[in-house]
């Protein structure tokens, strides 16, 4: 399976360290130095890099400001490329590009992919890429939410089928619930709005407006307003074109016209040319004649009664009526008519929409507590397994008595679903409250691991899970810092083996101070300062061969040249080549 790897990290100005860059390898890398030597601002730059709280104070003395680079590769498809990629970010070749800048004022700026992002788009991302467990910065499993989670992907599908039908019923219900509250809640504005489609639609109702009835009634308004004096402008543009029976000796367009088309038939054998201009004097006579017609006719039609015009604008005045509230024309008044109508159906049906609402929510109701106590009881199942599970590994890492548990609780709730015959609250995830809990030694009672452990003894304990839980959790990157605290001898080899096991289906990353841990590991990284206490380019590098032995060496005994020291460190890795 292709994951995500965090392939090296360049961190510039931040604490002791200069200008450094730490190349990471895709399996077990260790981080080994002297105390003091910058090995924890590893963990630090990893955590601004994740969208972590940025503190001016981290900035080297002296400088304007801090910088953190990463480059991590990532596989297609993966979620964290999809939100990147909405935020405009572009990969480089399959890798994601991603900084961090601290100046020595406060200001914080993230870039992703070439791109300026919210520093909380990192941290959005972080879920996906990286685990941190650190002394003061124990992430993941701390949160009750990521404990059930962990949960229900180790228990895969006797969980994951009844969850998906849960949150099927869930997301029904509460839009069922929704809609209810507003029926019940709003039943007052509702009934008004209600009388208010009424009192409109009746009001139309009674007008009985037509579709384009006020355009139609504006013009014969105002045609009957102005009867006289379009009869007259009539009447004598008639008598210009065709002439005045009480005139016969006056002289009319027509007759003129068909003066001058008998001047030109006479000769328009003689001239093409002449001819044409007789055809379109024959043909403005014709014209002539119709007009004069339509005038003859629109003069003897036209209405000049009083009455009508009453009428026309008594009618007019009922749709502007309509208009003023309605609508800004007749169309749109009954558009309004349209739609109210259907509106004010789904108002009078709300009773009965009330009553099969209820009765739909109480069968869901019913059916939510059924698929939640079959979450419930997987849960429990599985519970024991991965307890059990990580117990076990427990035992093997200086922590022999200690006692791992799952609580699984309901929280009583009258408005809650009914599990187990009492109501309790519910959620989108189902009824249960998951915490995983600690007993440290035998008579020590259960405690929520953040309260229950000792920072090492935690680290630890998230360690056990994450090899447990190896290969179901989907962050592909985990990063410890002192995961060793209080161990040695044969727990320290017990915990170099099982990182490195971890590391078979994820990057691991640890801070270590343990020769028997660093070991195990596919890299050593060296941090180590210069004479003036700063760390530079030079002074976080890659231990191989006798370099490597050395370290070692220094970390078993103190001192790099001791040959007891030096034949124990070549016997540590030998170990853990054969174990690997």
């Known amino acids: 399976m292709v994951m995500s790897v965090l392939e090296e990290m360049r961190i510039r100005s931040l604490g002791v360290i200069d200008d450094a860059v730490v190349e990471l390898s895709p399996g077990f890398t260790a981080v080994t130095g002297e105390t003091g030597a910058g090995k924890t601002m590893v963990v630090t730059s990893l955590g601004l890099l994740l969208g972590g709280r940025a503190d001016p104070a981290l900035v080297r003395i002296g400088a304007k400001n801090a910088v953190v680079e990463g480059r991590i590769s990532v596989p297609d498809g993966a979620s964290a490329v999809v939100r990147a990629e909405e935020a405009g970010a572009e990969l480089d070749d399959g890798v994601l590009l991603i900084s961090r800048t601290v100046s020595a004022e406060g200001r914080s700026r993230a870039h992703l992919g070439g791109r300026s992002v919210p520093v909380g788009l990192l941290a959005e991302l972080a879920d996906d890429l990286v685990a941190v467990h650190g002394q003061t910065d124990q992430q993941g499993l701390l949160k009750l939410s990521r404990q059930r989670q962990a949960l229900d992907r180790y228990a895969g599908d006797a969980v994951a089928v009844p969850l998906a ?311 592909p990157t985990y990063l410890f810092d002192e995961v060793d605290a209080g161990v040695g001898g044969k727990a320290a080899v017990e915990i170099g083996r099982r990182l490195a096991k971890l590391a078979r289906s994820a990057q691991v990353v640890v801070v270590t101070h343990l020769p028997q841990v660093a070991a195990f590991a596919d890299r050593q990284l060296l941090v180590e300062k210069t004479n003036d206490g700063s760390v530079t380019r030079s002074g976080v590098k890659v231990l191989e061969g006798e370099e490597r032995v050395r370290e070692l060496s220094r970390m078993l005994a103190g001192q790099e040249d001791s040959e007891t020291a030096r034949a124990h460190a070549e016997e540590l890795l030998a170990t853990a080549r054969a174990d690997r």
């Open 165 to 475: 039908k849960y949150a099927g019923a869930y997301r029904r219900l509460r839009a069922i619930s929704t809609e209810l509250d507003e029926i019940t809640t709003r039943a007052r504005e509702r009934a008004q709005e209600a009388d208010m489609l009424r009192f409109g639609l009746d009001e139309i109702a009674a007008v009985e407006p037509r579709p384009g009835e006020d355009v139609e009634l504006a013009a014969e308004a105002e045609r009957l307003g102005h009867a006289e004096a379009l009869a007259s402008a009539a009447t004598a543009a008639h008598a210009a074109l065709a002439g005045n029976p009480e005139d016969p000796e006056g002289i009319d367009a027509t007759t003129l016209v068909a003066g001058a088309h008998r001047a030109l038939e006479a000769v328009r054998s003689h001239d093409a040319e002449l001819g044409a201009l007789a055809g379109r004097i024959g043909e403005i006579g014709i014209l002539l004649g119709d007009v004069a017609g339509e005038l003859a006719g629109y003069a003897d039609d036209l209405d000049a009664d009083p009455l009508r015009l009453a009428a026309v604008e008594e009618r007019r005045a009922a749709l502007t009526a309509l208009t003023r509230k309605y609508g800004e024309d007749v169309g749109t008044v009954l558009t309004w008519a349209e739609q109210g109508a259907a509106r004010l159906l789904e108002l009078d049906g709300d009773d009965d929409r009330l009553g099969e609402l209820t009765a739909e929510r109480d069968a869901l109701r019913a059916e939510l507590g059924g698929l939640a106590q079959a979450l419930t009881d997987a849960r429990t199942e599985a519970a024991e397994r991965f307890a059990a599970a990580v117990t076990a590994e427990l035992a093997s890492l200086a922590m022999p008595h200690a006692r791992v548990s799952f609580e699984i609780r309901q929280t009583e709730d009258p408005e809650g679903v009914e599990v187990g015959g009492r109501p309790v609250s519910y959620g989108p995830a189902g009824v249960d409250e998951v915490e995983l809990l600690l007993a440290p030694h035998p008579g020590a009672p259960p405690r929520p691991i953040a309260k229950g452990a000792s920072g090492g003894e935690l680290s630890r304990v998230m360690l056990a899970v994450e090899v447990v839980f190896a290969g179901t959790d989907p962050v």
